[in-house]
C-alpha cells in the first residue's frame, strides 16, 4: 500500500514502531488515548453478562453457505439470551449481528479503525470504535462466555489463537472455542494434533479448548452448557 493511502492513525503506529526515538514526545498522548478507548468500550458494555464472540471472514457475501449458516447462529444465540459481538464489519460479522438483530437481541459491533475504511453494519445496535487492536481484543476477552469462529482468514486466526494462549496461560477463565465448520477446519486440526500435540508442543489438555460443531443448535448447545458452567464458578 502506498503511503499517502495510509490513515493518519495508521502513519502514526508505524512511526511509533519504526523509529521509537523520535516518537517518545508523543506517548503521553498515546497512552490517553488508549485508557480513552479501554474506558469508552467498558461504559459500553458494563451491562453485558452471557456475551459471545463471533468471529469470521469480512469477505463472504450475503447468499454464501457461511453467510447464512452465521445470521441462522446469531438468532439462535439470541434467542437464548446471549449477546452477539462481532468486529463490526461486512461478511459474516454482518451476518452474525443481522441475525442477532433480526432476533431482536443486543446486537454488538467493536469496529477498527482500519487503512481501507471499515464501516459499522447496518444491523449493528450498539456501536464502538476502536484505533487499537489490543483494546478491542480486550473486549472480546472480557465480555464473552465463548468464541465463535467461523472461516475467516489473519485476523480471525490472530484471535483465536490469542483466546487459546490466554486460556493456556491461566490468563482468563477456559471456556469453549467453538469451530464452525468441520470440513473447513479439519486440516488445521489435524496439524494441531501431530504438528503440536504429537511434538510436544502443547499438551493433550489444551486440544480440549477447541470444539466443532455445523449447525446452529450444536453451537448454541455448547455456547449454554459453557455459560452455565462459568456461572456455577463465579
Known amino acids: 500500500m502506498a503511503e499517502s493511502e495510509q490513515s493518519p492513525g495508521a502513519k502514526a503506529d508505524e512511526h511509533l514502531l519504526r523509529v521509537p526515538s523520535d516518537a517518545e514526545g508523543q506517548d503521553e498522548l498515546r497512552l490517553y488515548r488508549i485508557r480513552a478507548e479501554i ?7 458494563r451491562d453485558v453478562d452471557d456475551g459471545v464472540s463471533v468471529f469470521g471472514s469480512a469477505r463472504v457475501p450475503e447468499g454464501h453457505r457461511w453467510y447464512e449458516l452465521c445470521r441462522e447462529t446469531g438468532v439462535c444465540l439470541a434467542r437464548h439470551g446471549f ?3 462481532t468486529g463490526g464489519g461486512p461478511g459474516l460479522m454482518e451476518a452474525a449481528n443481522r441475525g442477532a438483530a433480526e432476533a431482536g437481541g443486543l446486537s454488538v459491533g467493536l469496529n477498527i479503525e482500519l487503512p481501507h475504511e471499515q464501516h459499522v453494519n447496518p444491523y449493528v445496535n450498539r456501536a464502538v470504535e ?3 487492536f489490543f483494546a478491542r481484543k480486550l473486549m472480546f476477552v472480557r465480555y464473552s462466555r465463548s468464541f465463535v469462529i467461523f472461516p475467516g482468514g489473519f485476523g480471525t486466526l490472530d484471535e483465536m489463537f490469542e483466546g487459546l494462549t490466554l486460556m493456556q496461560t491461566e490468563r482468563i477463565q477456559h471456556f469453549p472455542t467453538i469451530l464452525v465448520g468441520s470440513r473447513h477446519w479439519q486440516p488445521l486440526l489435524d496439524w494441531i494434533d501431530e504438528g503440536l500435540e504429537d511434538e510436544g508442543m502443547i499438551s493433550p489438555a489444551d486440544k480440549e479448548l477447541l470444539v466443532v460443531a455445523d449447525t446452529p443448535e450444536e453451537i448454541c448447545d455448547h455456547v449454554q452448557r459453557a455459560s452455565t458452567a462459568q456461572k456455577q464458578m463465579s
Not at 474506558?39 to 458494555?45: K, V, W, Y
Request: hydrophobic share 55%.
Open 130 to 132: 476502536f484505533h487499537y
Open 39 to 45: 474506558d469508552a468500550g467498558f461504559d459500553a458494555l
Open 83 to 85: 449477546t452477539v459481538i
